[in-house]
């Protein structure tokens, strides 16, 4: 069965940078919409930000627009997020998870939309 291993998170001052990388097992998360999540102490779950595996189109949560960005390498079976201007409120164990299915619209932000999830890494953002 796939896996999706994340990598890349750490410590980091507010206002500075970070890069997660999504690596999957398997050629077949290619055809895979990928999707990027995260879960603070004590939240629920969030999405943050998606990627088509057709067009590479992209869509993000309002809460990160403009800072992150999603991209992915097929070639390389990785999906990477890059976070620029992170805040306190951006701490969270981040997940990578991947469809099988096209997602659109509001099935981005569901959990459900997708079906297999990573391990997750902890981003913590200091003040």
């Known amino acids: 069965q796939g896996q999706l291993v994340e990598s890349g998170g750490g410590l980091v001052q507010a206002g500075g940078s970070l890069r997660l990388t999504c690596t999957a097992s398997e050629r077949t998360f290619s055809t895979y919409a990928m999707g990027w999540f995260r879960q603070a102490p004590g939240k629920e779950r969030e999405f943050v930000g998606g990627?088509?595996?057709?067009?590479?189109?992209?869509v993000y949560a309002d809460s990160v627009k403009g800072r992150f960005t999603i991209t992915r390498d097929n070639a390389k079976n990785m999906v990477t997020l890059y976070m620029n201007g992170l805040k306190l409120e951006d701490t969270a164990v981040y997940y990578c998870?991947?469809?099988?299915?096209?997602?659109?619209?509001?099935?981005?932000?569901?959990?459900?939309?997708?079906?297999?999830w990573g391990q997750g890494t902890q981003v913590t953002v200091s003040s």
């Open positions: 990627i088509s595996w057709s067009d590479d189109s992209t």
């Open positions: 998870a991947a469809a099988r299915r096209p997602v659109y619209g509001i099935k981005w932000y569901r959990d459900y939309a997708y079906d297999y």
